[in-house]
Every structure is written in C-alpha cells, then in structure tokens.
C-alpha cells in the first residue's frame, strides 16, 4: 500500500481542483491510501470533505515559506508517506522543495499557463521543479510552452490527458425536465458555455457572438453557467447589447452534466487553455463544440469531425460555426456522435489514472 499526499494551490472550482477529485476519488482503493493537503479552505476542501477524504489545510501566506514547509515535511512523517502528486505553481514548487528535503519523490501537474512564464524567477523555479520532480503537462501544448517559455528540457516533461468519467454522461436523448426548470421552450435552440467567468475564458467575445444569432434566430437562448469576476461587466455587456431576454447567467453549477443536456451547442470562446473538461463533458454527451483554437483545445477538438476551432476574440466566427449547427441538426449529430466517440477513446478517466498509477510506482 502507497501513501499518497495531493497538494494543490487552490480550493475554488476549475479543472485543477476537480481533476485532483477524480484522480482520490479513483486511485486504486488496494494499492494507494489519499490524503489532501490545500492552502486555504473553500469549495475544493468542502467537496473532499463530502466524500470522508482526509484533508488539511495548512496556510502559505508567502511565497518560499520555510514554515509552510516543515508543517508539509512533520505530515508527510505523520502521515507515512511515500509520494507526493502537487497541482499548479505554487505547490509544485513548494512540494519539489520538500521533496529536496525529505526525499520523497513528487509528481508534478502543470495544468494551465498561468503567470509562471512571465519573471525569470518563476521561470528558474518552474526548472528546479522539472529537476526535482516528475513534471506533468496536461496538454500537448503546454508542454511545448514549457519547453519554449521556461526552457524546460522536453525530456523532462510527461504529457498526461485529463479524462473524465463516461458514466456520468449517459446520452438519454430527453431534455424536457432541465429545460423546464431553466424556463426554455422545448423547441428553442439553445447554446451553452461552462466556465469560471474569468476574462481569460473570452465569455464577452461569445456574447457579441449571441448578438449577431439572435438577429438570425429572435427565440435563442445563451446558457452562461460559472462564477467569477466578470460577471458584473459581462451582465452589462448584455445590456449594452439588448440581449438581455436571450442571455441567462445560471452562476456556479454543481451539475453539468444534467445541465448540458439541455443545450444544442457547446461553445468555448477562450483566450488561453490547459485541457479544459468543459469541453470533454460536452463531447461527451454528444453535443457539438464551437471552440477558439488555443491551448490544448486543439488536441480534443478534430477541427470539421467532432466541431469546429475559431480563432480567439472572433465573435464573427463563433456566430457563423454555431449558426451552421443549428441551421443543420443532421450535422450537428454526426459531429456529437463523432466527440463522444473521441472522448471514450482517448481522454477517459481509467487512461488518466492509469497513467498517473505508473508514475506512481516509478517514482523514486
């Protein structure tokens, strides 16, 4: 049996802190024994703690704080444990100095861009964890900009997919009941985007894109689910554009999956990505994607297969793609059945833990 400590910089929603939930939640329960360390409490320790996952928060209120470390180092001895598998900058770099210390080896996930590439103090700290650790990208992309932003040797980084449970995206072709509660007409087209409200998640660009449909489709609704600090601008921007009947803001949702089925298209409008699930839950279900062209989108997305990549900031685009799918229900079909296909295949949740079991077990 493994001890495993998973570390992560953040307790608020996204795709870090909901992959580091499948990965505890799916480990192999005979060979590995999870326990979670956060800096901060939130949604993230709530979710764990929902799930009778052994969790501490040990606050960091500096960067490189030697106190933070020596508590991480007395767990990891109370604990018993025998690796460590950290998510996003801050604990990766913390996690690969204890790990200098005590000797117990980590896996290291990078998950988006971020700020690291920006100083070359970061870019030197994100190399010593490459040293360190067994580095993780989530994407193919990502680990080309940390090769070329951060001069990480390729060979040291390991590209792991996200993945996600396809038994929680039944396809049961009705829609009635979410459609119902959301106050949408059965027949209305209906597009939907999953997302923190963030302005690297480009949700303005999709809005400006709305405008132009709804002057082609008056009874379409835009379904905007996530939370963040755009909402207050991007509210009034659907002012601005007199939208406000075909727009609805549905805040945080713990239920994705249900609330996709109710959409006829899935639109990303990103400006930078790491692997997003959004768009793998919507593959999924067998819903066609209108996504910007960045990051690992790409490396899901199969441009005229599974949907279509447009460039980002291109509200133009957006509308032309997604309007092509509403306009042809047969393709939009063939494109939903093609994702789902895409989705069992190469990005499920058993080749994710798999994956980081071996790492596990190679760990040194």
Not at 88 to 97: G, P, R
Not at 267 to 276: D, I, N, Q, R, W
Request: aromatic share 6%; net charge neutral; charged share 20%.
């Amino acid at each position: 049996m493994k001890n495993v400590l998973h570390l992560c910089e953040s307790s608020e929603t996204g795709g870090a802190e909901n992959v580091l939930i499948s990965i505890v939640e799916n480990l192999d329960k005979s060979r590995y024994r999870s326990s979670v360390c956060l800096l901060h409490d939130g949604w993230l320790k709530t979710q764990l703690d929902k799930r009778q996952i052994e969790t501490v928060v040990i606050p960091q209120p500096h960067f490189i704080d030697l106190p933070w470390i020596f508590r991480v180092h007395h767990l990891l001895k109370a604990r018993c444990i025998h690796v460590m598998h950290s998510h996003e900058f801050a604990t990766n770099v913390h996690a690969s100095l204890v790990s200098r210390v005590t000797g117990i080896p980590v896996i290291a996930t990078a998950h988006g861009k971020n700020y690291y590439g920006d100083r070359l103090r970061r870019r030197m700290a994100y190399r010593f964890v490459a040293r360190q650790s067994c580095m993780v990208a989530v994407s193919d992309d990502l680990k080309r900009f940390l090769t070329q932003r951060v001069a990480i040797p390729p060979a040291s980084i390991r590209v792991v997919h996200n993945g996600i449970d396809m038994r929680r995206y039944a396809v049961n072709g009705s829609n009635h009941a979410i459609r119902e509660e959301l106050g949408i007409g059965a027949s209305q087209p209906v597009i939907g985007t999953v997302g923190n409200l963030f302005e690297v998640k480009g949700q303005i660009y999709l809005l400006r894109a709305c405008k132009a449909l709804v002057d082609a489709v008056p009874d379409l609704v835009l379904l905007v689910a996530g939370e963040g600090d755009q909402s207050g601008p991007l509210e009034q921007e659907v002012r601005d554009l007199g939208i406000t009947g075909n727009v609805k803001f549905l805040g945080f949702r713990e239920d994705v999956p249900r609330l996709l089925q109710a959409i006829d298209v899935f639109a990303l409008p990103s400006l930078s990505e790491g692997l997003p699930l959004s768009v793998l839950e919507a593959l999924a279900l067998q819903k066609p994607v209108v996504a910007t062209n960045v990051g690992g989108i790409p490396e899901i997305v199969e441009d005229g297969v599974t949907g279509f990549l447009v460039p980002p900031r291109n509200p133009e685009a957006l509308a032309e793609k997604i309007l092509l799918f509403l306009r042809h229900p047969d393709i939009a079909a063939d494109f939903g059945r093609s994702g789902r296909r895409r989705v069992r295949e190469a990005f499920s949740l058993e080749q994710m833990i798999q994956e980081y079991q071996s790492l596990y077990e190679n760990s040194q």
